[in-house]
């Protein structure tokens, strides 16, 4: 069994900066991807950025130059550097992950597709 557990989240000041965290555990093979999504109250969820296997990156528009994603594979953790913060990057923040965990009793793998629980970002203005 992999959960994702995020942290990082909190309240800033517009212009200010901060990291969200997100952390795997569990059995795990490989973090094969992982992306954030953010979502307002009442909207739908948006991708913001994500990290393919062999590092590529790719954001939104709106976050272009100001987040980047990364990830630590020796720590099964990857992260969410947000600088420049708008009142509008204001949202309860998810981290996914595809992930690779080897079956018992065998040399095969499974991928599965996993959700962390949320952190609030409120940027004030």
């Known amino acids: 069994q992999v959960q994702l557990v995020e942290s990082g989240g909190g309240l800033v000041q517009a212009g200010g900066s901060l990291r969200l965290s997100c952390a795997a555990s569990?059995?795990?093979?490989?973090?094969?991807?992982m992306k954030w999504y953010r979502q307002e109250p009442g909207k739908r969820r948006e991708l913001v950025a994500g990290?393919?296997?062999?590092?590529?990156?790719h954001y939104t528009d709106s976050v272009k130059g100001r987040f980047t994603i990364s990830k630590d594979n020796a720590k099964n953790t990857g992260y969410l550097q947000m600088n420049s913060l708008k009142p509008e990057d204001t949202a309860v923040y998810y981290c996914?992950?595809?992930?690779?965990?080897?079956?018992?009793?065998?040399?095969?793998?499974?991928?599965?597709?996993?959700w962390g629980q949320g952190t609030q970002v409120t940027v004030s203005s």
């Open positions: 996914n992950a595809v992930i690779s965990s080897p079956i018992s009793g065998t040399t095969d793998l499974y991928e599965y597709d996993y």
């Open positions: 569990g059995t795990i093979f490989s973090i094969n991807t």
């Open positions: 990290i393919a296997s062999d590092d590529k990156t």
